[in-house]
């Protein structure tokens, strides 16, 4: 049986470094939301421009024009730029002491204690709030429901 421990006397976010509870998870949330649909769209950017160069690379008589070398140097540019600003938000995750999934797929974790083991609350976009928990290092599909009581 497991059981998320709240702490009602902290309504603030967890400190860096201190685990956090359903409760400073869930105050954290509008801030998360906001930085992992930003790493939504940069994600989905970069997959369209490697897709892009995969295809032109494969057309060598293409690439070696001029023309094609300057919009190649464009795309691959933009993508580095667009990369820069997801390992951007990945350290601005980091700074809150949220850890997203990687390979990335929107999911983050919230180090937690729970029956006094370490594991991790489970935030995906699709959810409403912090409602799942897994253990350390297992991934985000291995997530299951945090119990409704929750004990102190």
């Known amino acids: 049986m497991v059981r998320?421990?709240?702490n009602s006397d902290e309504h603030s976010p967890s400190k860096v470094g201190e685990p956090f509870t359903v409760e400073t998870a869930t105050a954290t949330l509008p801030l998360v939301?906001?930085?992992v649909a930003d790493m939504e769209r940069l994600h989905k950017t970069v997959q369209r421009q490697r897709e892009r160069l995969s295809v032109i690379d494969q057309l060598q008589d293409s690439t070696d024009q001029p023309e094609y070398q300057e919009e190649l140097a464009d795309i691959r540019g933009s993508m580095q730029g667009e990369e820069q600003q997801f390992e951007a938000c990945v350290r601005e995750l980091n700074?809150?002491?949220?850890?997203?999934?990687i390979p990335f797929n929107a999911s983050v974790d919230f180090p937690a204690v729970i029956n006094r083991?370490?594991?991790c609350l489970c935030w995906h976009p699709g959810d409403d709030g912090v409602e799942y928990w897994h253990e350390m290092g297992e991934p985000a599909s291995a997530r299951r429901k945090l119990e409704k009581q929750v004990t102190r």
């Open 4 to 6: 998320a421990i709240q």
């Open 33 to 35: 939301r906001r930085i």
């Open 95 to 101: 700074a809150l002491g949220v850890e997203p999934h």
């Open 117 to 119: 083991r370490a594991v």
